[in-house]
């Protein structure tokens, strides 16, 4: 069974970074895209970075400048290297992926989100 396990998340001061990172668990044939996705309390969920297999990237405009989205083909992981923290930015962040489990049927999956606080 594959799973997805988020990691890294934590209490910080504005203006300090985070790194976040995507495990995934199970056998994986081959990974379509990876994305990060984050909700914040009474706010809906949105989309803060995303990463192709082919390494197309695109960013929340909020987060421009401030987060890096990276992976490691060979280790199927993907991070969220956050700088310059915001109390806006607080929110659960989920890993999100799209990938197939064999060679002929793609799925989607969600980690379980890991906690970002950003607070003084």
């Known amino acids: 069974q594959v799973q997805l396990v988020e990691s890294g998340g934590g209490l910080v001061q504005p203006g300090g970074s985070l790194r976040l990172s995507c495990a995934t668990s199970g056998s994986i044939f081959s990974i379509v895209d990876m994305a990060w996705y984050r909700q914040a309390p009474g706010k809906q969920r949105e989309l803060v970075a995303s990463i192709t297999q082919g390494g197309r990237i695109n960013y929340l405009d909020s987060v421009k400048g401030r987060f890096t989205i990276s992976r490691d083909n060979a280790k199927n992981t993907v991070y969220l290297q956050m700088n310059s923290l915001k109390p806006e930015d607080t929110a659960v962040y989920y890993c999100?992926?799209?990938?197939?489990?064999?060679?002929?049927?793609?799925?989607?999956?969600w980690g379980q989100g890991t906690q970002v606080t950003v607070s003084s």
């Open positions: 999100n992926a799209n990938l197939f489990v064999t060679p002929y049927r793609m799925s989607n999956y």
